[in-house]
T-cell receptor, first 114, second 116 residues
């Protein structure tokens, strides 16, 4: 069965540290890739998405992600985190050829300390 | 003010009781979805609807039912047959990107259901 793996369940960083959250998926065909963020008490929001083209995608709030097809990965990065980045981050994929079903990873809880 | 609204924010259910969660969108999106979020498990798809008067089961549809009588509304009923209904329920709708013809889903604020 197709799945999405987020290897870091909890990450704790100090402000200004660099962030990289891993995301791997298991599917050999074409995928659309997404990162969503859920701030405490808020909606699940779209952070960035990749459909095709440049594998380095820039999103909101200084986040970016790189699609590496050979590694089935779509890791999220930010060069310098802020306290306000404290949230839960979800990687998700849509597989080609089917309906628009989002397959989510289990999520990564990020805590940024001032 | 455009968006996806879900009500209520918190819902308490007694054992053996059916409850209905509301989801409304004024974004003119064709497709709508219901997900269930449990701690440490991400989100799982319950039902989805790509058009009015049509809907399909997702991965965990047992114990749930939906209707799609209007484009803007997609209510979810949690029936007494759902063995473990306590969870956070998220509704989403999607629109097609005009340049790429790919869908992007946007989420409502969620309803937290607690079984007493």
């Amino acid at each position: 069965a197709q799945s999405v793996s987020q290897h870091n369940h909890h990450v704790i960083l100090s402000e200004a540290a660099s962030l990289e959250l891993g995301c791997n998926y298991s599917y050999g065909g074409t995928v659309n890739l997404f990162w969503y963020v859920q701030y405490p008490g808020q909606h699940l929001q779209l952070l960035l998405k990749y459909f095709s083209g440049d594998p380095l995608v820039k999103g909101i709030k200084g986040f970016e992600a790189e699609f590496i097809k050979s590694k089935f990965s779509f890791n999220l990065r930010k060069p310098s985190v802020q306290w306000s980045d404290t949230a839960e981050y979800f990687c998700a994929v849509i597989l080609s050829g089917g309906y628009n079903k989002l397959i989510f990873g289990a999520g990564t809880r990020l805590a940024v300390h001032p | 003010d455009g968006g996806i609204t879900q009500s209520p924010k918190y819902l308490f259910r007694k054992e053996g009781q059916n409850v209905t969660l509301s989801c409304e969108q004024n974004l003119n999106h064709d497709a709508m979805y219901w997900y269930r979020q449990d701690p440490g498990q991400g989100l799982r798809l319950i039902y989805y609807s790509q058009i009015v008067n049509d809907f399909q089961k997702g991965d965990i549809a047992e114990g749930y039912s939906v209707s799609r009588e209007k484009k803007e509304s997609f209510p979810l009923t949690v029936t007494s047959a759902q063995k473990n209904p306590t969870a956070f329920y998220l509704c989403a709708s999607s629109t097609e990107d005009r340049a790429t013809y790919q869908e992007t889903q946007y989420f409502g604020p969620g309803t937290r259901l607690l079984v007493l």
